[in-house]
């Protein structure tokens, strides 16, 4: 049986600048560091990196870490976090992915152009997730959370609008609510729609949809809280209806491999490779 891990697979350059940045911060021995939340959606990374020294904290938790060193992971954090920071006394290293900075600059750019035609600013992205957070947080005027077309009516079509997107959000969605905003307004002119979705991401739909297809049997592996890894985990279950979302080894069964020549293994830009080929031993073995 041939196992094959996908090459397009694993850490994004976001998250392998944030792991870095923790790794080389935990070599200062004796040094407390702290990560406000998962540094990254992947459980099994998270339990390496807490093997390490690294210590999650949440945000109720920053007074007790004060004068400590804080990590703002690759999702980033709205203002208000870093200011309370700085109250504190706690040093922060800043992980914020670029990709995601950028788009928190443009949040704020898209808030000036809209207050100036009594407009609003929508944000296609699941609400509570991380980057969401820091996304909204940018600016103190309401922003519009879009998980799906079912929350389009929370938009004023009597008003221009800005659609911008969460960066690990699929492009198919985005366009798809993107046409139905313009569908509702009276003059499709009053959008401004500006794909945010990281390239690294939309770049990957279309590989990873043509190796799951060649596989009799995909493994896809990411961590149960990563957005990226929902979507494009939904890539594969269209491709091949034999395709298995596990968050690690533990969760496989034997008889999803029955009688199959060939295994893919795939992942979200939070799976560590480390952990794919873990998996691909693990069947292997079977």
Not at 146 to 175: C, H, K, M, W
Not at 246 to 254: Q, R, T
Request: proline share 2%; charged share 30%.
């Amino acid at each position: 049986m041939i196992v094959e891990i996908d090459t397009n697979s694993g850490f994004c350059f976001g998250v392998v600048r944030a792991i870095s940045l923790a790794e080389e911060a935990l070599k200062d021995v004796g040094s407390k560091i702290y990560s406000l939340g998962d540094i990254v959606h992947n459980l099994k990374e998270v339990q390496r990196l807490e093997g390490l020294g690294l210590q999650r904290v949440t945000h109720e938790d920053m007074a007790k870490v004060a004068g400590c060193r804080l990590f703002v992971r690759a999702h980033g954090e709205p203002p208000t976090t870093f200011e309370r920071a700085k109250e504190l006394g706690i040093e922060v290293v800043d992980a914020t992915c670029p990709v995601v900075a950028a788009l928190q600059q443009r949040v704020i750019k898209a808030r000036d152009m809209m207050k100036e035609f009594g407009g609003q600013v929508a944000i296609l992205g699941k609400r509570g997730h991380a980057e969401v957070v820091g996304l909204t947080g940018q600016i103190k005027e309401e922003i519009v959370v879009i998980e799906g077309v079912e929350d389009l009516a929370l938009l004023d079509y009597e008003r221009p609008i800005y659609l911008l997107s969460q960066t690990t959000q699929s492009v198919a969605l985005f366009n798809q609510v993107a046409a139905m905003i313009r569908e509702r307004l009276w003059d499709e002119d009053l959008l401004v729609a500006e794909d945010t979705i990281c390239r690294r991401v939309a770049n990957r739909e279309q590989s990873l949809r043509e190796f799951a297809s060649r596989h009799d049997v995909v493994v896809f592996v990411c961590g149960k809280k990563s957005s990226n890894g929902k979507v494009l985990y939904e890539v594969c279950r269209k491709a091949n209806r034999k395709s298995y979302c596990v968050e690690d080894e533990s969760e496989m069964s034997e008889e999803w491999f029955a009688g199959c020549e060939s295994v893919g293994i795939c992942g979200a830009t939070s799976t560590p490779l480390w952990l794919m080929e873990q998996i691909a031993e693990k069947i292997k073995n079977m």
